[in-house]
């Protein structure tokens, strides 16, 4: 049975401007307040993250989609600091989208004595790697405006920045234990802690 010092969760996630639109507004009564914005298709970004009990153990950001060759390429990094199981960092868990469920990722994962496991199907909230998703979205929409400057002229600049703030331990507790897992630290044996943040 898998403990929570054994999970490393798995996803991808878009962001783009749009993360700066404010919501609501002020105008005189009677008035709807209007926002005028400029939609740019190219500023779209992703971020690809490896989550633990103790936050962010390797991320990237990215411009356009994640393809099989980007995520194949992102497990070869990560596995190099994942431990055998039962050790801790051993088990990644992911949903079961196309690039995730390829061959090579399963013998890689095989190789390195690290476990697969899928969530069931449409079934996001299972992946609590969306909690810290949320999160980051949240986070990066409250910071823009105070780096303006950033988020104009580097945008991904911008979301590196926002997943190295974003990326704490402290919340990752709390998305375990919202998830209904109880959060446990490895028994004192001898395993390499490699649980380091990588980002």
Not at 25 to 54: C, D, H, N
């Amino acid at each position: 049975m898998e403990s929570s010092y054994h999970l490393i969760f798995i996803d991808e996630s878009g962001m783009d401007k749009t993360v700066g639109l404010r919501r609501k507004g002020w105008a005189p009564k009677g008035i709807t307040p209007r926002q005028t914005a400029t939609f740019q298709r190219e500023e779209r970004y992703q971020v690809l993250s490896a989550y633990t009990q103790r936050g962010i153990k390797l991320s990237r950001v990215y411009r356009d989609s994640t393809d099989t060759e980007t995520f194949v390429d992102f497990i070869k990094q990560l596995l190099r600091h994942c431990n055998r199981w039962p050790e801790p960092g051993s088990v990644l868990v992911m949903d079961n989208a196309t690039i995730h469920c390829s061959k090579e990722i399963e013998e890689m994962c095989e190789r390195a004595g690290v476990k697969q496991v899928f969530t069931a199907p449409y079934t996001p909230i299972t992946n609590l790697i969306e909690e810290h998703f949320a999160e980051l979205k949240a986070y990066a929409k409250v910071r823009w405006d105070k780096h303006i400057d950033l988020f104009h002229r580097d945008f991904g600049a911008y979301i590196k920045s926002c997943v190295a703030a974003g990326g704490r331990q402290d919340s990752s507790g709390g998305h375990f234990r919202n998830a209904g897992l109880t959060v446990k630290h490895p028994p004192s044996s001898g395993y390499a802690d490699n649980d380091d943040q990588l980002s």
